[in-house]
């Protein structure tokens, strides 16, 4: 089993390193030891935490917030140092922190689950109960977070066009996904590090998504490994799985493969992320985090700007290009979708370079700010697509993510075209907040608003749901009034100012 740890007076690193070195970081993990002196400014969640370890067995520590092949992608070779003998390092005393108090207390304070009753009620829940490291990771956006609150307010410039007298005593929302069958039109989308909030991380979405026919994506940088993800499959249920593109593409091939050969049904290559957005409250908690400085690193020259996610995504690929696309073919017979379109030029080239299918997507907010929301986009690529006589096809599926928080959101997305819709935050949250438990309660959730919405929208099934049944108009028409979204202006967390030192 795994042990970890940084190094401050191991016999073998007192061989290898200067005290100096042994001073600014070596880690001790799986009974090895690393040397991450150069990577101290690097780490995402702050020199500090390194420091704290240094020296000492760090597994515990380390083992639940970062992704199984963090270390291999990030550390070059020459500073895996080797294997060490684990009885002879010193273990860290764990004491209780303030924050760890706090946490135990939030906790214990949770409302009981059948209290919650929408989803944005998951996000303050557990913005209450995971570290504020984590929070400033997840609930972040680029910018000026911009587009993360468009995402919300684009829904609601969105109107229906109930029809009545239809006969709605049973009404049924169940759908297929690429050929899979789904009992929502909604599928749960990539986000990575869950164990920054949640000791059990994605699993619990594996295990809620089982017991209620829901289809689970699986990022790449999940904190739980892909296989121990796919080993606690149950009940022959469907996984999707998110690619970040390698500079080093066998290990992308591998990957891929190996999604393919565990029954992986669809394979959703992220074309928005050559380079990660900027985000400012995960930077923002790393100042905090290292505003003690890290002695050694004084007068060195360190890239200081990265948040928890910038620092472990140097491996992504940001010359990925239309070309790559007959490649990922021949690698491959999953069903390939693009995760990112935003325009309806890009729809076509999709379409036309033979990909199964598309997500319209602003990554959550996370990446271009001002980038326009899935569901403004969705009109623009139905249209163009219709024009060329593309679509509607069968083998050609349209998704839409970002912001959907009501099945109201995901049946104005199907009236437009979207086969299905992606939610990531709000089932993070369900389960950083409840554990598996808070999943399910989220999908009930979704059942309830689909029952209740379906019937008094006077749709059956999802081929019910047609353009006819939105008013979409004021969609691309930025400047208009939208109602007040009081649940989600009380979630959202204003952005802060760096503090002047007086
Ligand atoms: O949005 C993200 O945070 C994300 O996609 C990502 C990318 C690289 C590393 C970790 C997360």
New binding site residues.
């Given amino acids: 089993s795994a042990r970890c740890l940084p190094l401050l007076f191991s016999p073998v690193l007192r061989l290898l390193n200067t005290a100096a070195e042994i001073a600014a970081g070596l880690l001790y993990m799986a009974s090895k030891v690393y040397d991450v002196t150069e990577f101290l400014d690097e780490h995402p969640g702050g020199s500090k935490i390194i420091l704290k370890y240094a020296g000492r067995d760090a597994t515990e520590a380390y083992e639940p917030i970062h992704?199984p092949d963090a270390i291999t992608t990030n550390l070059p070779l020459h500073k895996h140092l080797g294997p060490i003998d684990v009885a002879t390092v010193a273990k860290v005393v764990k004491e209780v922190t303030e924050e760890e108090k706090k946490i135990q207390l939030a906790v214990a304070a949770r409302p009981p689950l059948e209290n919650v009753l929408n989803l944005h009620e998951f996000e303050i829940i557990a913005k209450a109960v995971i570290p504020e490291k984590a929070w400033a990771?997840y609930s972040?956006a680029s910018d000026d977070e911009i587009t993360i609150r468009e995402n919300r307010a684009a829904y609601q410039r969105v109107w229906f066009r109930p029809r009545i007298l239809r006969d709605v005593t049973t009404v049924d929302w169940s759908t297929t996904i690429l050929g899979q069958k789904s009992s929502l039109p909604v599928y749960i989308s990539?986000?990575?590090?869950g164990k920054l909030g949640h000791p059990e991380g994605e699993i619990t979405l594996t295990r809620a998504a089982a017991k209620n026919g829901v289809i689970q994506m699986i990022?790449?940088?999940a904190s739980c490994s892909f296989d121990d993800i796919i080993n606690a499959q149950s009940n022959n249920q469907t996984f999707f799985v998110q690619l970040?593109v390698n500079r080093d593409r066998q290990i992308t091939k591998k990957y891929v493969q190996h999604a393919e050969k565990r029954g992986v049904k669809g394979l959703f290559i992220?074309v928005d992320?050559p380079q990660?957005?900027r985000?400012e409250k995960?930077m923002r908690m790393k100042q905090v985090d290292d505003s003690a400085g890290a002695e050694v690193q004084k007068g060195q020259k360190v890239q200081k700007d990265q948040g928890?996610?910038?620092?472990?995504?140097s491996f992504?690929d940001p010359s990925l290009s239309w070309k790559d696309i007959p490649w990922f073919r021949s690698i491959t017979k999953m069903p390939i979708i693009l995760k990112g379109i935003s325009t309806a030029e890009d729809a076509i080239l999709a379409y036309e370079a033979g990909v199964q299918g598309i997500v319209l997507s602003n990554?959550?907010g996370?990446?271009l700010d001002t980038a326009r929301s899935g569901i403004e986009i969705l009109v623009e690529v139905t249209a163009a697509l219709k024009a060329r006589g593309y679509w509607p096809d069968p083998k050609f599926e349209i998704f839409v993510d970002g912001g959907v928080r009501r099945a109201s959101d995901v049946l104005k997305a199907l009236c437009l075209g979207a086969k299905a819709v992606g939610v990531g935050r709000a089932f993070l949250y369900s389960f950083c907040a409840y554990g598996e438990a808070g999943v399910e309660r989220a999908i009930q959730i979704f059942r309830d608003e689909f029952e209740m919405n379906m019937r008094l929208l006077g749709a059956r099934t999802v081929d019910d749901l047609v353009p006819e049944m939105v008013d979409a108009s004021a969609l691309n028409q930025h400047i208009v009034p939208v109602p007040t979204d009081h649940l989600f202006d009380q979630t959202y967390q204003p952005m802060q100012i760096t503090k002047l030192k007086l």
């Fill in positions: 992704p990771y972040s990539a986000t990575a590090l990022a790449t940088l970040y992220t992320a990660l957005g985000r995960d928890v996610a910038r620092a472990i995504s992504i990554h959550g996370r990446q």
